[in-house]
Each structure stands twice: as structure tokens, then as C-alpha cells.
């Protein structure tokens, strides 16, 4: 296998040498590191060399921010684009996202192995969504290769004919002779229309879902006779689409909102916590032992528990809480509470979370062992802030995790006060409490 092509753009010879030194740890012939410290050297080094990923900061002494994503993109001839930012600004973040980035990593929050996954991840992604494009274009191709079907009205609106070819699509004509054309609530009801979409019903059970076009059908006085028109089955189509947009959202490896999703999720639950008078409890989690089973057993093994434990997060939250991953090993957890008792429902929660982790996870290669590390952040009704919450929750995860890990700490309101971490808690401690 040949190794992967990366393009490192950080003007910061310290942090350029960490990240070429990083790759090139991960194995002999894995990566082929080329370094450029401008936005300008990038684009040379582009024109002239084929890349798969490109690894650029934000920050450039020709170029600052999204301004950075926007001149790289054009110039990537098929690169993935993994971007890093100095700072947790999820708007950024989110921003850069939309425009084309693959990824978002923040400095001083990854490492070695995360930098690996993130682009294994992206690289990851394009294929998918080339396989999909590949197979848009391929249904589109059969599409116009395929006859359409044709439909008649008379002016009561109601099928006066359908052509066999709406067979294709599993109905039978006579199921729809004198029955109310589809989409009558959409749109001028006697004038010419195309591309209206409506699900029609199968006989058998379920939908198909098809694009109706048609003129009005006038008489010689000029008065509407009804429609005369063609349908065309985009149940594919739609359902490409919609997976698309799945996997904009979602991270691919564990099903769960990925980081932008999570952001618009933490802004609707705030609002419902405003109107309802509650609380949002925010739970940062990353795993404990978790790198030496990835080390150890491969990659597969690593992400079959990442797999596990998005399933066993899901398993303990209540209907309306959410769960997300955020990156290698690190994920979140919001919950709406009571506000009177908010505290003391999300430790009940982190007990859960922490018990429902501790318990070996069954391998191919046999059973593992890790745990959970839990920071909590408090956004009281009304002042709830992501990335406020994301920092007090982040703070205090790392206090649980110096004081032994397998346990939780919850974060105050204030960024840098935090209360006493809590003691570690036993996974079998919190299987009794919780029974």
C-alpha cells in the first residue's frame, strides 16, 4: 500500500516538525510529509505534486482564517482538507466545515493519534461520497435511458389514463384510474407545473416517490379540460440525497451527530430549556485505557469500541437527551433537567455513563477493559453557551481524569473554578448505587 500524501501548511517550524514527526511515528512508508509555511508555497507545492490530504493551520503569514480555506480549496486537485486552528471557536469550526473542510482539529487538543484518525476519517468520508456521487450519476443515467410514464386528468382533477409504465414503479394503472391527482395542495391547481414531487402508494404496502410535470389541457374557448403530463420515479434519487446529508451530519464510523450537528442541537435544546424553565447538563467524556487497546489490538479493534460505546451511550440516555462524538475518543452528552435538581440528575447520569463503560467490551480478538472520564458544565435557563459549557465541561473532565479516571467532576460557573473533582468512582460502586 502505498503511503499517504500529506501537505503540512503551518508557518510555525515547531509545530510543523511535531506534526511531519507525528505522521511519520505512525509507521514506516505510512505518510510522505511535504512541509510549506505560506499559503502561497502551498499552492506551488499543489500545482505541482498530487496530494491526498492537505493539513493547513488557519493562521498563515499570506492568508487568516476562512480566507485560508476558501483560496485552498480551489487548488486541492482531489486533496482532502484537514484544517487546524489555534482556538476552540465552534462558529469558526462549524464555518470552516461548511465551506469544504473535512475536519477541524484545535491545537493543544490532539495528538499523534488523533491527527491520524482525523485524516483516515476524512479520507474516509470522500470515498463515500464518491461512491455516492457515482451512484447518483449512474441512477440519472438509467433515468434518462428509462421511459417515463404518462397520466392524464380530466377537470375534476381525478386520473382519466395512466400509461403501463407506472408498473415500473410497482402500481398498477387501474389503481389510480378516477382517483384525485397527487399534489393538489401544491401549487396553482390548473396552471402548468414540473418537478412537483408526492409519494404514491403501493399496493403492497409502502411508497415510491415521483416527480409529476404537466400542462393544462384547454378547450377551444380556452377553458381548463384538466392536466396532461409525465412522472418520473426519484425514490433513489431522494434517498441519495437524504444520505448525503446523513453523512454531513453524522460521524461515519459510530452513527452519532458529529460536531456541527451537535452545535445546532445544543442551540434547540437551549431554547426548549428556556421556555420550560430547566437546566442543560453538558457531559464531556473521553475514554480511559483507551489508546493501549488501539495500540495493542489495531485500529479495527479501536474503532469496534468506539462502535460500543456510542451503543451503550444511547442505551442509558432518556428520550430528548443527546448524544455526539467529537473525535477520536471524545464524545458528549446534553441533557435538559430540572433546574432545582440539575446537579445532582447529571451526576446520577455520569454515574450511569461511567458504569454502562466500565463493563468489558466483547472483541474478535476477546474482551477489553476501558473506563470514562466525565467533566460536567451547568448552563443555567437563559445562559446557556457552547463553547463556554464545552471549556468548563473540558476542564473538569481533566480534573476526573487526574484524580484516577473512572469517575466524574463537575465544573461550576465559573470558566476557571471548578468544585472538588469527585472521587473515583468503582464501576461495581455504581452498578450497586444504580440497581
Known sequence: MRPISVLVVEDSPPDALLLRSWLNGRGPGAYRCILAGSLGEAKAHLAATAFDVVLSDLGLPDSMGLETVSALLPCLNGAV???LTGDGDGDMACAALRAGAADVLVKGHVDGFIVDRAIHYALERRRLEEALAASERRFRDFARAASDWFWETGPDHRYSFVSDGVARVGIDPADLLGRPRHGLDQGDPTGAFSGLEVELPLAGGGTRHVSLSAVPVLDAAGHFMGH????TD????RALQEEVARLALHDTLTGLPNRAL???LFRRAAAAADRRGEALALLFIDLDGFKPVNDRLGHAAG????????TRLEGVLRAGDAAARLGGDEFVVLASLPSDAVAGRAAVLADRIVA?????????EGEVQVGASIGIAIAPAGAADLEGCLLQADQA????????????ALASAGLDDTLPAAPAVKPSTVAMATQ
Open 303 to 310: 474503532d469496534a469500541v468506539l462502535r460500543l460505546v456510542a
Open 262 to 264: 451537535f452545535a445546532d
Open 356 to 364: 454502562a463503560l466500565a463493563r468489558p467490551m466483547p472483541l474478535e
Open 397 to 408: 473532565m481533566y480534573r476526573a481524569k487526574k484524580a484516577g479516571g473512572a469517575g466524574w
Open 234 to 237: 426519484v425514490t433513489e434519487r
Open 228 to 231: 396532461r403530463g409525465v412522472g
Open 81 to 83: 482538507l484537514v484544517v
